[in-house]
């Protein structure tokens, strides 16, 4: 059973659509993380959420935590090709200190 | 350079050959990680170090030994390499906010 259900498994869209992507649990989390990976390296942390209810803004990409702190979403607009990447959220729930993974997003932009 | 480095990053072995991939930070973080990455599988746990000389079995641990001897290094070894290693390794090191900040990968091949 994977805790953190990640959707839509793929997306491609044009550039310049706006996109928005969904990470939830049966799980309380005391924060997310979200990344993005690029191929051949490894995840880059794009942004940690902690309180419920939060929003957070970097740059194009708003990230929202749930209030109930059992999801996330990550809203993506105008795309770019530069936006083209694995996308996973990541959490450790329960007071552990080992984070669960999505199995993640893969976003592709094109031109 | 401040940061987590993996070597090899590349690999390609026989089976039934032992192989030892390195991780070192340079944060003096706790906690560090083990995970391969496949297709369908996502991120999965390998094993875990939360200090110095101690460490535990994740969520796939079999054909794997690690140790972690200084706060810095994480190396981890398949004993007997086997067909069904070939994969990507990430190593990672767990900050202050629970995020965690990956290594490159070393991408394993055993033929």
């Known amino acids: 059973t994977q805790l953190l259900e990640q959707s839509p498994q793929f997306l491609s869209i044009q550039e310049g659509e706006n996109l928005t992507v969904y990470c939830n649990s049966s799980?309380?989390?005391?924060?997310l993380q979200w990344y993005r990976q690029e191929p051949g390296e490894g995840p880059v942390l794009l942004v940690t959420v902690v309180t419920g209810g939060e929003v957070k803004k970097l740059k194009r990409l708003t990230f929202q935590f749930g209030d109930a702190r059992k999801d996330s979403s990550l809203h993506i607009t105008a795309a770019q090709t530069g936006d083209t990447g694995l996308y996973l959220c990541a959490g450790e729930a329960g007071g552990s200190y080992i984070p669960t993974f999505g199995r993640g997003t893969s976003l592709i932009v094109h031109p | 350079d401040a940061g987590i480095t993996q070597s090899p990053r590349y690999k390609i072995t026989e089976t039934g050959r032992q192989v030892t991939l390195m991780c070192h930070q340079t944060?003096?973080?706790?906690?560090m990680f083990w995970y391969r990455q496949d297709l369908g599988h996502g991120l999965r746990l390998i094993y875990y170090s939360a200090a110095a000389d101690i460490t535990d079995k994740g969520e796939v641990p079999d054909g794997y030994v690690v140790s972690r001897s200084k706060t810095e290094n994480f190396p981890l070894t398949l004993e007997s390499a086997t067909r069904s290693q070939t994969s990507v390794y990430f190593c990672?090191?767990?900050?202050?906010?629970?995020?965690?900040?990956f290594g490159p990968g070393t991408r394993l091949t055993v033929l």
């Open positions: 799980s309380v989390f005391s924060s």
């Open positions: 990672a090191s767990r900050g202050g906010r629970n995020e965690q900040f």
């Open positions: 944060w003096s973080h706790s906690y």
